[in-house]
C-alpha cells in the first residue's frame, strides 16, 4: 500500500505512543512510526503487554499496529523516510550544573536534533511535542541548520495537553491543538499541513494557531495553571482544618460561579506526574533568567504549597498515631500519582513511604496498576516494605490505611471486614477524600480526611 504521508515520532513514551496511535487510528491513509532509543520499550509496545496502562489505549493500537503504526529502534530509517518527524522525548528536570533541580534538561532534545541533521537527505517538517522552554525552536532550528547540506527544517511547536488516564479520550477530543509557527511563507505551509492532519478529527474551530514562542510558552503556563487550582485549594483545605469548615463544601461554591469553574478543585495529599513540578519549576528559571523575580516567586509558591501539603499529610498521621510510628504497619491505599494510571513518577505517594520508613513504620503498598512501578521507586530503601496487590490482604495487621490514590476500587471495599483485620485503635487518612467518612467512623475508625474535620472516637 502506498501511504499519503509518512509521519515519524522519535520517543515512544506516555505522550508518543498515544498521540502516534491516535493519529495512525484516525489518519489510516498516513504511515505512522514511532521509534525509541529504548530497545526494551519498542519491545513492549509490540507486545499484548504495552508499556503503559492507558484506559482504551489497548483497542486503538490493537486496530493500527502492523497496518499503518509501526514501533521500532531503527531510528536512523525512520528519519530517511519520513516527511514530518515529531519529537515526544523526555525533558526532565536537570539534576546537574547550572539550573541543577529548576531548568529543562535539555540533553535529550539536543541529541535527537543531531540525530535528524545526520540522517535526514530531504525536507523535513519538525513538530516539537515535548514541553520545551520558550525559544527552544530556535535552537533546534541552529542545530539542525548548522551544515550547509541544502535540506531544508520548518520546526513547529504542537505541545501536548493530554492528561494520563484519560489520554485517549483527551486526544480523540481535545479542548484545543495548538500549532505554533514563525510567521515566514515557509513556516505558515509547514503549519497548514500539520492542520491538515488534525483536522481529519478535529474540527477546524479547535485548532488554534500562533506565533512559535506563545506555543512554546502557552504549554507551560496551562500547566502552571491547572497546578496553581490544586496548590489554592490545598492551602484552603489547611485553613478548613482549622476552621471546622468543609473544602468540599467550600469548593462547591466556589467552583460555581462560572468564572472559577469547578473541576480542578478536589483537594488532595499533593499533585504528582512527571510535568507539574518540571514545568512550574522550568517556568520560575526562566522567570529568573529574565530577572523577573516577583514573577517566579509568585509561581515557586505553587510549588511549595505542593511540599507543605505532602509534609502536612504525614504529619497528620505521625500526630493522630500518638507521635512514634516504629513497627507500626501502615498500608498506602494506591501508589500511583493520579486514578487509571499505572505512572507514579513525583507520585505523593513515594515521598509519604519514603517518610513512613524514616519514622520505622512497616509500609505495606497495593495499587492495581502500580506495584512495578513502585518497587522500582523503593529500590534501595531500606527498610520493612511489603508491596501486595489485594487491598483486603494488605492491610490485615495495619494500624492504619492511607489513601494516597482515587482509585475507584477503594470507595468500593468492605470497610467492616477490612476493620475486622486491623490492629486498634484503627486509623483512615484519606488522601482523596473518596471514601464516606461518617459510615468509616461509625464502623470503628478514626478518620482523617483532607480539610475537613476529623472523626475519632478518643
Ligand atoms: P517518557 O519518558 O515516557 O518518554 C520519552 C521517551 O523518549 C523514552 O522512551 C526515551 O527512551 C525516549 N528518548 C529519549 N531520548 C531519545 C533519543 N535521542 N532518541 C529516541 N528516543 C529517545 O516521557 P513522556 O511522559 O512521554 O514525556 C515526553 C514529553 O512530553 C515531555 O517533554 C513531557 O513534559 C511532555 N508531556 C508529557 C505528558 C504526560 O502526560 N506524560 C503530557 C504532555 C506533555
Ligand atoms: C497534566 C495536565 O492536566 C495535562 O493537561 C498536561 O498535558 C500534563 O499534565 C502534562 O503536561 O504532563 P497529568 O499530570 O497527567 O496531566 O494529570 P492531572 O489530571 O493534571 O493530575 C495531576 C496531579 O494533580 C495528579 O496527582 C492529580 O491527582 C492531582 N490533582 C488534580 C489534584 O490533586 N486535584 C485536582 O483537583 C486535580
Given at each position: 500500500?502506498?501511504?499519503?504521508?509518512?509521519?515519524?515520532?522519535?520517543?515512544?513514551?506516555?505522550?508518543?505512543?498515544?498521540?502516534?496511535?491516535?493519529?495512525?487510528?484516525?489518519?489510516?491513509?498516513?504511515?505512522?512510526?514511532?521509534?525509541?532509543?529504548?530497545?526494551?520499550?519498542?519491545?513492549?509496545?509490540?507486545?499484548?503487554?504495552?508499556?503503559?496502562?492507558?484506559?482504551?489505549?489497548?483497542?486503538?493500537?490493537?486496530?493500527?499496529?502492523?497496518?499503518?503504526?509501526?514501533?521500532?529502534?531503527?531510528?536512523?530509517?525512520?528519519?530517511?523516510?519520513?516527511?514530518?518527524?515529531f519529537v515526544s522525548v523526555n525533558t526532565p528536570t536537570k539534576t546537574f550544573g547550572a539550573g541543577?533541580?529548576?531548568?529543562?534538561?535539555?540533553?535529550?532534545?539536543?541529541?535527537?536534533?543531531?540525530?535528524?541533521?545526520?540522517?535526514?537527505?530531504?525536507?523535513?517538517?519538525?513538530?516539537?511535542?515535548?514541553?520545551?522552554?520558550?525559544?527552544?525552536?530556535?535552537?533546534?532550528?541552529?542545530?539542525?541548520?548548522?551544515?550547509?547540506?541544502?535540506?531544508?527544517?520548518?520546526?513547529?511547536?504542537?505541545?501536548?495537553?493530554?492528561?494520563?488516564?484519560?489520554?485517549?479520550?483527551?486526544?480523540?477530543?481535545?479542548?484545543?491543538?495548538?500549532?505554533?509557527?514563525?510567521?515566514?511563507?515557509?513556516?505558515?505551509?509547514?503549519?497548514?499541513?500539520?492542520?491538515?492532519?488534525?483536522?481529519?478529527?478535529?474540527?477546524?474551530?479547535?485548532?488554534?494557531?500562533?506565533?512559535?514562542?506563545?506555543?512554546?510558552?502557552?504549554?507551560?503556563?496551562?500547566?502552571?495553571?491547572?497546578?496553581?487550582?490544586?496548590?489554592?485549594?490545598?492551602?484552603?483545605?489547611?485553613?478548613?482544618?482549622?476552621?471546622?469548615?468543609?473544602?468540599?463544601?467550600?469548593?462547591?461554591?466556589?467552583?460555581?460561579?462560572?468564572?472559577?469553574?469547578?473541576?480542578?478543585?478536589?483537594?488532595?495529599?499533593?499533585?504528582?506526574?512527571?510535568?507539574?513540578?518540571?514545568?512550574?519549576?522550568?517556568?520560575?528559571?526562566?522567570?529568573?533568567?529574565?530577572?523577573?523575580?516577583?514573577?517566579?516567586?509568585?509561581?515557586?509558591?505553587?510549588?511549595?504549597?505542593?511540599?507543605?501539603?505532602?509534609?502536612?499529610?504525614?504529619?497528620?498521621?505521625?500526630?493522630?498515631?500518638?507521635?512514634?510510628?516504629?513497627?507500626?504497619?501502615?498500608?498506602?491505599?494506591?501508589?500511583?500519582?493520579?486514578?487509571?494510571?499505572?505512572?507514579?513518577?513525583?507520585?505523593?505517594?513515594?515521598?509519604?513511604?519514603?517518610?513512613?520508613?524514616?519514622?520505622?513504620?512497616?509500609?505495606?503498598?497495593?495499587?492495581?496498576?502500580?506495584?512495578?512501578?513502585?518497587?522500582?521507586?523503593?529500590?534501595?530503601?531500606?527498610?520493612?516494605?511489603?508491596?501486595?496487590?489485594?487491598?483486603?490482604?494488605?492491610?490485615?495487621?495495619?494500624?492504619?490505611?492511607?489513601?494516597?490514590?482515587?482509585?475507584?476500587?477503594?470507595?468500593?471495599?468492605?470497610?467492616?471486614?477490612?476493620?475486622?483485620?486491623?490492629?486498634?485503635?484503627?486509623?483512615?487518612?484519606?488522601?482523596?477524600?473518596?471514601?464516606?467518612?461518617?459510615?468509616?467512623?461509625?464502623?470503628?475508625?478514626?478518620?482523617?480526611?483532607?480539610?475537613?474535620?476529623?472523626?475519632?472516637?478518643?
Amino acid at each position: 500500500m502506498t501511504f499519503e504521508k509518512h509521519i515519524l515520532c522519535i520517543g515512544a513514551g506516555y505522550v508518543g505512543g498515544p498521540t502516534m496511535a491516535m493519529i495512525a487510528f484516525k489518519c489510516p491513509r498516513y504511515k505512522v512510526t514511532v521509534v525509541d532509543i529504548n530497545p526494551g520499550r519498542i519491545a513492549e509496545w509490540n507486545s499484548d503487554h504495552l508499556p503503559i496502562y492507558e484506559p482504551g489505549l489497548d483497542e486503538i493500537v490493537r486496530a493500527t499496529r502492523g497496518k499503518n503504526l509501526f514501533f521500532s529502534t531503527d531510528i536512523e530509517k525512520g528519519i530517511r523516510e519520513s516527511e514530518i518527524i515529531f519529537v515526544s522525548v523526555n525533558t526532565p528536570t536537570k539534576t546537574f550544573g547550572a539550573g541543577a533541580g529548576m531548568a529543562a534538561d535539555l540533553q535529550y532534545w539536543d541529541k535527537t536534533a543531531r540525530q535528524i541533521r545526520t540522517y535526514a537527505t530531504s525536507n523535513k517538517i519538525i513538530v516539537e511535542k515535548s514541553t520545551l522552554p520558550v525559544k527552544t525552536a530556535q535552537a533546534m532550528k541552529r542545530i539542525l541548520t548548522s551544515e550547509a547540506n541544502g535540506i531544508r527544517f520548518d520546526v513547529l511547536s504542537n505541545p501536548e495537553f493530554l492528561a494520563e488516564g484519560t489520554a485517549v479520550r483527551d486526544l480523540e477530543k481535545p479542548d484545543r491543538v495548538l500549532i505554533g509557527s514563525t510567521q515566514t511563507p515557509n513556516g505558515l505551509r509547514a503549519r497548514d499541513v500539520l492542520v491538515e492532519i488534525y483536522a481529519n478529527w478535529v474540527s477546524k474551530d479547535r485548532i488554534i494557531t500562533s506565533n512559535i514562542w506563545s506555543s512554546e510558552l502557552s504549554k507551560l503556563v496551562a500547566n502552571a495553571f491547572l497546578a496553581q487550582r490544586v496548590s489554592s485549594i490545598n492551602s484552603i483545605s489547611a485553613l478548613c482544618e482549622k476552621a471546622d469548615a468543609d473544602i468540599e463544601e467550600v469548593a462547591r461554591a466556589v467552583g460555581m460561579d462560572s468564572r472559577v469553574g469547578g473541576r480542578f478543585l478536589n483537594a488532595s495529599v499533593g499533585f504528582g506526574g512527571s510535568c507539574f513540578k518540571k514545568d512550574i519549576l522550568n517556568l520560575v528559571y526562566l522567570c529568573r533568567y529574565y530577572d523577573l523575580k516577583e514573577v517566579a516567586d509568585y509561581w515557586e509558591g505553587v510549588v511549595k504549597i505542593n511540599d507543605y501539603q505532602k509534609d502536612r499529610f504525614l504529619l497528620k498521621i505521625l500526630d493522630a498515631l500518638f507521635n512514634t510510628l516504629a513497627d507500626k504497619r501502615i498500608c498506602l491505599f494506591g501508589f500511583a500519582f493520579k486514578a487509571d494510571t499505572g505512572d507514579t513518577r513525583e507520585s505523593p505517594a513515594i515521598f509519604v513511604a519514603r517518610q513512613l520508613i524514616e519514622e520505622k513504620a512497616r509500609v505495606v503498598i497495593t495499587d492495581p496498576k502500580a506495584l512495578k512501578n513502585a518497587m522500582k521507586d523503593m529500590e534501595g530503601v531500606a527498610g520493612d516494605i511489603a508491596y501486595v496487590e489485594d487491598p483486603y490482604v494488605a492491610c490485615e495487621g495495619c494500624t492504619a490505611i492511607a489513601v494516597m490514590t482515587e482509585w475507584r476500587t477503594y470507595a468500593a471495599l468492605d470497610y467492616e471486614r477490612i476493620y475486622r483485620t486491623m490492629a486498634k485503635p484503627a486509623f483512615i487518612f484519606d488522601g482523596r477524600n473518596i471514601l464516606d467518612h461518617r459510615k468509616l467512623f461509625e464502623i470503628g475508625f478514626n478518620v482523617f480526611p483532607i480539610g475537613k474535620p476529623s472523626l475519632t472516637h478518643f
